[in-house]
T-cell receptor
Framework: KQEVTQIPAALSVPEGENLVLNCSFT??????LQWFRQDPGKGLTSLLL?????REQTSGRLNASLDKSSGRSTLYIAASQPGDSATYLC????????FGTGTRLQVFP | GAVVSQHPSWVICKSGTSVKIECRSL??????MFWYRQFPKQSLMLMAT?????????EQGVEKDKFLINHASLTLSTLTVTSAHPEDSSFYIC????????????FGPGTRLTVT
């Protein structure tokens, strides 16, 4: 059974810092791994999707990496801004998405 | 492309009544739709998977007679919470697969259900 965990559970940093959010999964037979952002009381915004054959994906200040063999993915946020404050979720896809526990990020001015 | 809508965005109902939530894929045909539930400060938990024209597959612990799922067309799935109770109050999110992304799901904006 796939289990997905995220570390840290919460993070509070001053703006400008570079951040690393961690995601680990137990079943390496994933089709892909996806990172989402969720603002309070809102739905999900897809940030990056990494196919199982890929090692990383980049979008603007975001970079996500995937290491299937070790069951890990990281989301790197460069030059964080207060607008990045949200909960970040990773999800492993093995015919269904299993979500991690999330990292609540607060970036203060 | 790959837009998914949900209706209503929020609903308040009395205990014992039933509530229907719609999930629509607006610009693609969704062969598979998924329903998730999210309690406050928790992550999303998959409730069920539905394929167009067939019965939904429910996750362990989810009561199929309480959460009725219908996926009658390639663009519409509905979730009906029957005889709702306060403990059913949650954020319900649907997703749809079958767009251009391989093995990718596209998420709706969610429906906030409050049962009084």
């Amino acid at each position: 059974k796939q289990e997905v965990t995220q570390i840290p559970a919460a993070l509070s940093v001053p703006e400008g810092e570079n951040l690393v959010l961690n995601c680990s999964f137990t079943d390496s037979a994933i089709y892909n791994l996806q990172w989402f952002r969720q603002d309070p009381g809102k739905g999900l915004t897809s940030l990056l999707l990494i196919q199982s054959s890929q090692r990383e994906q980049t979008s603007g200040r975001l970079n996500a990496s995937l290491d299937k063999s070790s069951g890990r993915s990281t989301l790197y946020i460069a030059a964080s801004q207060p607008g990045d404050s949200a909960t970040y979720l990773c999800a492993g896809n093995t015919d269904k998405l299993i979500f991690g526990t999330g990292t609540r990020l607060q970036v203060f001015p | 492309g790959a837009v998914v809508s949900q209706h209503p965005s929020w609903v308040i109902c009395k205990s014992g009544t039933s509530v229907k939530i719609e999930c629509r894929s607006l610009d693609f045909q969704a062969t598979t739709m998924f329903w998730y539930r999210q309690f406050p400060k928790q992550s999303l938990m998959l409730m069920a998977t539905s394929n167009e024209g067939s019965k939904a597959t429910y996750e362990q612990g989810v009561e199929k007679d309480k959460f009725l799922i219908n996926h009658a067309s390639l663009t519409l799935s509905t979730l009906t919470v029957t005889s709702a109770h306060p403990e059913d109050s949650s954020f319900y999110i649907c997703s749809a697969g079958g767009g251009t992304g391989v093995n990718e799901q596209y998420f709706g904006p969610g429906t906030r259900l409050t049962v009084t």
